[in-house]
């Protein structure tokens, strides 16, 4: 099946943002790191180099077309399948959305390259950036992020204290947790001195929910989030969803009911391969984005197993659908 969209995609559900419009401007899993949590798996080329990946009329009117859909959001979000930054013309495109809508800009960013002075110009233009910190020291930072040879830990605090020092929007800092890597108390007390370094506006907790790129990464207890939480300050939260993902095994038995003649790909079908082809989702994660019923999203899912175009896979006893390699 062709996916009708090549740069823009949703509006997601996200428990940070609401619901979000995202723009993809990187090839896929080209990247700073590789982190050992990432959805979209491994990284197929990790480098620093920043580069043109082409012009950002085409995806300013693929974003004009969307918008024209009226489905609502209160985001549109620079992320996708890569690290944005890597994207030479990151600030070209936030100028050239800010004169097609009023919808606040986030960058969503792992933060590695704000220690270049051009990277926290085109960030600055945004509304909100939101980068990540998941390790106080190098060797943790090596073994979660498994970044490229010339970043240090050292580089990322540095690069985000200075576009602290900058930037008069908001910075909402994700921190993520896998059980038995970043969670003993030195490494959280180190964290912590970080953040107090940086002085995000936010600081938002995760941990695996979904399937990674390494199958056997374990998501932190909901509880133990909570703890570390009110150990990092009030202005800490926790983001990550850990409750069940209901009606998933619905997929299996009698969907095949519900099909959608074979023939006729919906404009709702185009739009959840699209989400699917960005990140896993559970039942739920696609009916808030699509804004429908369960028995609805069920129909599009069911075709779009029916094509083999996408399966399911559980993660702690959640069901998420995947687009199929």
């Known amino acids: 099946m062709a996916d009708g969209k090549k740069y823009v ?57 969307t918008l024209a859909e009226g489905l609502e959001a209160d985001f549109i979000t620079i992320a996708g399948s890569g690290e944005p ?25 792992n933060g590695t390259l704000l220690y270049r002075e051009d990277v926290r110009a085109d960030c600055a233009r945004a509304d909100l950036v939101m980068p990540s910190l998941d390790a106080g020291d190098e060797q943790t930072f090596r073994q979660m992020n498994r970044p490229h040879d010339n970043i240090s830990i050292e580089n990322l605090i540095s690069g985000m204290c200075a576009f602290r020092d900058e930037f008069v929007g908001q910075i909402w800092l994700e921190v993520f947790f896998v059980e038995g890597i970043n969670t003993d108390p030195e490494q959280i007390a180190k964290i912590k001195d970080a953040i107090q370094r940086i002085r995000p506006d936010k600081i938002q907790l995760n941990t695996a929910v979904r399937p990674t790129a390494d199958p056997n990464i374990r998501r932190l207890d909901p509880q133990k989030l909570r703890a570390i939480a009110a150990r990092l300050g009030p202005t800490c939260e926790v983001v990550a969803d850990s409750s069940p993902a209901h009606g998933g095994r619905l997929v299996q038995g009698k969907a095949e009911d519900s099909l959608i003649p074979h023939l006729a790909v919906s404009r709702k079908t185009e739009a959840l391969f699209s989400m699917l082809k960005r990140r896993p989702c559970s039942l739920k994660d696609i009916c808030a984005g699509l804004d429908i019923t369960p028995n609805e999203a069920l129909k599009y899912i069911s075709d779009l197993q029916h094509r083999r175009l996408i399966h399911s896979e559980q993660k702690d006893g959640s069901v998420f659908f995947k687009t199929s390699s």
Do not use: H, M, W
Request: glycine share 8%; proline share 6%; hydrophobic share 35%.
């Open 85 to 109: 930054t890597l994207n030479s013309r990151l600030g070209e495109l936030v100028d050239g959305i800010k004169r097609i809508t009023n919808i606040a800009i986030a960058v969503l960013t």
């Open 9 to 65: 995609y949703g509006p997601v559900p996200s428990r940070r943002l609401g619901r979000s419009y995202g723009i993809d401007i990187v090839p896929f899993k080209v990247c700073t790191l590789d982190c050992v949590y990432c959805q979209l798996g491994r990284t197929s080329e990790k480098t620093i180099e920043r580069r043109d990946f082409g012009p950002v009329e085409p995806v300013l009117a693929e974003l004009r077309n």
